[in-house]
């Protein structure tokens, strides 16, 4: 009976794949795509820009020679260009991040209310954040001009001589910095608007029972709150800030005297109008070590204030 039993079961094998190995498969298959994009676009160009850095590459002759980390001691050590650069790029971001994060605090607290209109407001405030960059610099170039421009053609009619904005080298990079205010506080805003429509109004309601102002309720309720989204907004902004590109090679060109040469076009100069691809290469390099070191001071204070 047992004998024939045997005949009848078929011989049932192991699988050849556990069902733990089977479901850790099926989740780098799903990861891969994201995983192999990160691998091919972020990874790859970045050890690309490291090698280069330690080069000296021609991009007209076409010749290269490993350096190895000169052209990091002649921009650190030998050119008083990269000190200038760098203090534009640090005033360019002081005066940046602050005002683009109390304008869109201020707007974000303006527009967190329902009332008539105001899917409208947000609409106009957040639409430059959609418009090409280039046509927003040009357009902004036209109306700072000297005294043919729109803005000092306005404060004529009030008796205040504006100066020309982007030819004086005290007024053009507060220029550059306003214009790019105006043009990114609209994604801010949203954040902004977002965190503050996920707080539960049950505790803006039991402070005002307590007899709290608007005042207190926004510094002992409502700011605190949002300290995990202004976290996201400070690095975000301050990133921004140093990678800022099109509004100075467009309204300025890094002018006028240098006064608004920051290290992203400083980059874009040596590596594609004097072809000096090593040497961009490690300028790139230190600026991506700039912005890392400051987002990990960022969130380090974020940490520290929150224990």
Do not use: C
């Amino acid at each position: 009976m047992t004998e024939r039993a045997n005949a009848v079961t078929p011989n049932r094998q192991k699988p050849w794949l556990t069902l733990k190995m089977r479901e850790m498969m099926e989740a780098w298959l799903f990861v891969s795509p994201t995983f192999i994009g990160f691998l091919i676009f972020f990874l790859g160009p970045l050890f690309a820009v490291m090698y280069y850095s330690l080069t000296e590459w021609n991009l007209l002759t076409q010749q290269a020679a490993f350096v190895g980390v000169a052209n990091y001691e002649n921009a650190l050590l030998d050119n008083p260009d990269f000190w200038l650069v760098v203090r534009n790029s640090v005033i360019f971001a002081i005066g940046l991040v602050p005002l683009n994060m109390a304008l869109a605090l201020g707007l974000a607290l303006a527009l967190s209310r329902p009332f008539f209109g105001v899917v409208f407001f947000r609409t106009v405030f957040f639409a430059p954040v959609i418009t090409s960059a280039i046509a927003w610099a040009i357009v902004w170039k036209f109306l700072l001009q000297g005294e043919g421009g729109f803005i000092n053609q306005i404060l004529a009619t009030v008796g205040v001589t504006g100066p020309n904005w982007l030819r004086e080298p005290n007024w053009a990079m507060a220029a550059v910095i306003v214009t790019r205010v105006i043009k990114m506080v609209g994604l801010n805003m949203i954040l902004y608007l977002a965190a503050l429509q996920a707080i539960p109004r049950d505790y803006e309601d039991a402070a005002r029972l307590e007899g709290a102002s608007r005042r207190q309720i926004f510094a002992m309720v409502t700011w605190p709150l949002l300290a995990p989204t202004t976290l996201v907004i400070m690095v975000i902004t301050t990133i921004g800030s140093f990678k800022v590109f099109d509004h100075i090679y467009q309204m300025t060109g890094g002018g006028p005297e240098n006064g608004t040469l920051v290290l992203a076009f400083y980059i874009y100069q040596q590596g594609f109008k004097f072809f000096n691809i090593g040497y961009a290469s490690a300028l790139a390099m230190i600026m991506f070590v700039i912005v890392m070191a400051l987002t990990l001071v960022q969130v380090m204070l974020r940490r520290k204030g929150a224990q």
